[in-house]
């Protein structure tokens, strides 16, 4: 624990990175999205693969 606390406190003081986590979580989102809306529109239920 003490060691996530320690990253957490790298990252919240280093902009770059955590400007980078942030795109990274919204490109997950984004994509998470994608494969929905594909899967939606072929009519795939891609949770229970």
């Known amino acids: 624990m003490e ?7 790298i ?3 280093n902009s ?3 400007e980078y986590l ?3 979580r919204r ?3 984004l994509w ?3 494969i929905r809306i594909l899967g939606e ?3 795939i239920d ?3 693969i």
């Open 11 to 13: 990252v919240q003081h």
């Open 27 to 29: 490109f997950s989102i």
């Open 41 to 43: 529109a072929v009519d």
């Open 16 to 18: 770059v990175i955590r």
């Open 3 to 9: 060691a996530i606390n320690n990253l957490y406190s």
């Open 32 to 34: 998470q999205d994608i």
């Open 22 to 24: 942030e795109a990274e």
């Open 46 to 48: 891609l949770n229970n």
